[in-house]
């Protein structure tokens, strides 16, 4: 079973709208759609559910996320983690500073406002 089948029959079975459940669990109603029908409208593959949305769904039915998993088909791909956006490669000598003021225990804080101070005096 999927989420999306359990969710469904959830609410089927508690008499709740995508919009009751999308209120009660702080999912989107389009989101609800696509997980029940397992299928993305733009490019019909199947969703992968984040985790996230797992304890979301499993707050709303009022059950642990690892007791809603162990109801989903074991092979049932969740995304473990959001992804997260590529960090910016530094260039080694930025990189040796910002290390160098971390091991000396400089605050960032201090180091921005070094650094509004010399972009002002790039301006004049």
């Given amino acids: 079973m999927t989420l ?4 469904k029959g959830y609410r ?3 008499d709740m709208t995508m ?12 989101y609800i759609s696509m997980l029940e029908k397992n299928r993305h409208p733009q ?8 985790l996230e949305t797992c304890k979301k769904a499993a707050s709303a039915m009022g059950l642990s996320v690892n007791d809603l998993l162990g109801k989903l088909d074991p092979d049932t791909p969740i995304e473990m983690a959001e992804p997260q956006p590529e960090t910016p490669k530094l260039d080694g000598v930025y990189l040796s500073f910002a290390k160098q003021a971390q ?4 605050d960032p804080d201090d180091i921005m406002r070094v650094l509004e101070v010399l972009k002002g005096a790039r301006k004049k």
């Fill in 19 to 30: 919009d009751d459940f999308a209120k009660k669990s702080g999912l989107s109603k389009g």
């Fill in 12 to 14: 089927k079975s508690n």
């Fill in 43 to 50: 490019n019909g593959k199947p969703i992968t559910p984040t």
């Fill in 4 to 7: 999306g089948e359990y969710i």
């Fill in 103 to 106: 091991d000396e225990g400089i």
